[in-house]
């Protein structure tokens, strides 16, 4: 006879192997086994979501919710998938949910404001990434998007310096090294914006955006044929 955490185990076993349909059945039946079960609503959340219906597995996130209502994990989990379809105001409660209920480390922190720019609160949003660097100082992606909202801003010559910390902490952060560039080009800086591009495109040389931005910092230094290039390799 199947146990509830046997059909869970089973569920997840399917959904890593790319079987989504089996999953969802394994979970939907230890669901009906104990209903007042967390576990296989997220379960069938997750298999939901990998066959594209977002209505349903969000559904089955806030019931897990519900059914644990002091679980900060299961508040991240449901305010991931609202993120990733779209329904970011409804995120941006659930990470702060989260938070409140004492799961805010740096990571949902740095979700938070991700989310909070996304809807262009991005006050609010600035105060989330700097909490995010207070529990995570070593994390060179919070500081690259704390350098984008700041770039976004006009704000150049601080996002410049995010960005330089960044690469100090991952000198091969092509995101980073991109982002720099573009700060170097805003501030007239543009044998630095080159530059910037150059280490970005040595990191990875397929980086179309930085093939790209290098055209454009060829094409303002007056050099035509060297950015046409630099185009055609984008």
């Not at 006879?1 to 997840?12: D, I, R, V």
């Not at 801003?153 to 952060?173: K, S």
Request: hydrophobic share 45%; charged share 25%.
């Amino acid at each position: 006879e199947w146990t509830m955490g046997a059909l869970c185990l089973l569920g997840s076993v399917a959904g890593r192997q790319g079987q989504p349909v089996a999953a969802l059945r394994c979970c939907r039946a230890a669901a009906r086994l104990v209903p007042s079960a967390a576990e296989p609503r997220l379960g069938m959340g997750r298999a939901l979501e990998e066959l594209r219906q977002a209505g349903p597995a969000i559904g089955c996130y806030r019931l897990a919710a519900r059914l644990r209502p002091q679980d900060g994990a299961i508040r991240i989990a449901l305010a991931n998938a609202l993120r990733r379809w779209g329904a970011m105001a409804g995120a941006a409660a659930a990470y702060r949910d989260a938070i409140g209920l004492g799961a805010g480390n740096g990571s949902v922190w740095a979700n938070l404001g991700a989310t909070l720019q996304g809807l262009g609160r991005l006050g609010e949003a600035e105060g989330a990434y700097v909490e995010a660097l207070r529990r995570e100082p070593g994390h060179a992606e919070i500081r690259n998007n704390l350098g984008l909202l700041l770039h976004a801003q006009g704000r150049h010559e601080e996002a410049r310096a995010r960005f330089r910390t960044a690469l100090v902490l991952d000198p091969c952060h092509v995101p980073a090294l991109v982002n720099l560039g573009l700060a170097d080009s805003a501030l007239g800086d543009l044998g630095g914006a080159e530059r910037g591009q150059r280490r970005a495109i040595a990191c990875e040389p397929g980086r179309a955006e930085a093939w790209n931005n290098r055209g454009n910092a060829c094409k303002s230094q007056v050099r035509r044929s060297e950015a046409e290039q630099c185009w055609k390799r984008a």
